[in-house]
């Protein structure tokens, strides 16, 4: 691909203008926020419309002032804000707007009744060719809508999964002591970045063909390749220091996002069963559920009034195959668990757990109670790993 100086300057006074109005977590973030907002300007070129999730932990953390900021620079800026969600699939085209969406929690989160249309464009709009359809009865017609589109989502907390295995993810802090930015005033300080955008638009609308047919080597790899190669082609695209920018960015942000990533509560499930069965081989479900639930402040204690319950229980395990059984325990026959069916689980999905201390885990007793007595005691004498009948 030609480098062209000419973006490489642009790109320049566009990271300029960021860190000027918001003050950012790192000069990575600085350098993935400034290629974002370039790559809106050619998404057409795109196979993949990367999300850009613009996070913090409080109010007051500069999310809004960085989406004033990316409103100002992008392509099109489209504002969801009390929008239908009707407008806004109707407003996606083949050279789509780019989406911003300010206060996300109303989509995603406990407020998001009713956004069910909006939370499904975000989620298939990452990537091209993800229509929706809608019959359209006036002429019993099934309509084709596009929801391909780059989006920027600002909100208190982590967003959905969907989103942001899809995203780059900048994670705002509150200003320190002695950190700075300039005010931003929309009548004042709009109209200039708007004319570098214009600027950033035409250097880009210039070559499209030539940026939809690059194929850059991708320091990351999977769907994180998807979100990072539109930011590392416009950054060849540009020269200069930008690819080796480009890259590093992806680096750091990917490890970032991978180190502060949460396992879904179905895989901190089938860690947590691990550690209680320990050497067991298997174990009555009652059981089992005392000992998740043996941590008065776990997470398991908080699945309704009781806790987490059987029936919770069979429905998340059963996302993997596996299901409880009748078998026999030393005090006659119960449904519980074997270890065995475990194991597959445990394999694909948190195959870097340590060995489970022996001392970790309370036996059973003879009633096919787990125990919190000593284990040298006579009525703990025999295991359910010991006695156990399929």
């Known amino acids: 691909m030609t480098q062209d100086p000419t973006g490489a300057a642009l790109l320049d006074r566009l990271r300029a203008a960021l860190t000027r109005y918001v003050i950012l977590p790192s000069s990575e973030t600085a350098d993935a926020v400034t290629l974002w907002i370039a790559a809106s300007h050619a998404q057409p070129a795109w196979a993949h419309a990367p999300r850009l999730v613009i996070r913090g932990p409080e109010k007051r953390c500069g999310k809004s002032r960085l989406l004033d900021i990316v409103e100002a620079t992008c392509h099109q800026p489209f504002i969801t804000v009390n929008s239908s969600s009707a407008a806004v699939y ?181 860690a947590d069963c691990r550690t209680a069965f320990g050497t067991d081989t298997a174990l009555p479900t009652a059981v089992l559920l005392e000992r998740l639930k043996a941590d008065p402040e776990g997470e398991w204690t908080e699945h309704g009034p009781a806790g987490l319950t059987a029936m919770k229980l069979g429905l998340m395990l059963r996302e993997y195959g596996i299901r409880p059984a009748m078998m026999r325990f030393p005090n006659g026959p119960l449904r519980g668990y074997h270890r065995g069916d475990f194991a597959d689980a445990w394999a694909r999905y948190c195959p870097a757990a340590e060995p489970v201390p022996e001392a970790a885990v309370l036996p059973l007793d003879r009633g096919g109670r787990s125990s919190r007595t000593s284990r040298n005691t006579a009525d703990q004498a025999g295991t359910a790993s010991d006695t156990v009948t399929a």
Do not use: C
């Open 90 to 270: 109707r407003s996606i085209t083949d050279d789509p707007p780019t989406m911003l969406v300010d206060e996300a929690d109303t989509i995603f989160g406990p407020k998001a009744d009713g956004n069910e249309d909006l939370r499904g464009l975000l989620n298939a709009g990452h990537q091209r060719n993800r229509p929706a359809k809608r019959y359209d009865a006036a002429t019993n017609r099934v309509e084709s809508i596009p929801t391909f589109a780059m989006a920027a989502l600002a909100g208190i907390g982590a967003m959905p999964d969907t989103i942001e295995d899809r995203a780059v993810v900048v994670r705002m802090r509150r200003r320190a002591p002695g950190e700075t930015a300039a005010p931003y005033r929309h009548r004042r300080d709009r109209t200039p970045l708007r004319d570098l955008a214009a600027a950033l638009n035409q250097w880009l609308r210039a070559d499209l063909s030539s940026l939809e047919e690059a194929e850059p080597a991708m320091p990351v790899e999977d769907r994180a390749a998807d979100t990072w190669e539109p930011l590392v082609i416009v950054a060849d695209h540009a020269g200069g220091t930008w690819p080796e920018r480009a890259r590093a960015a992806a680096v750091a942000l990917t490890a970032e996002a991978d180190d502060n990533g949460q396992p879904s509560p179905r895989v901190r499930l089938l």
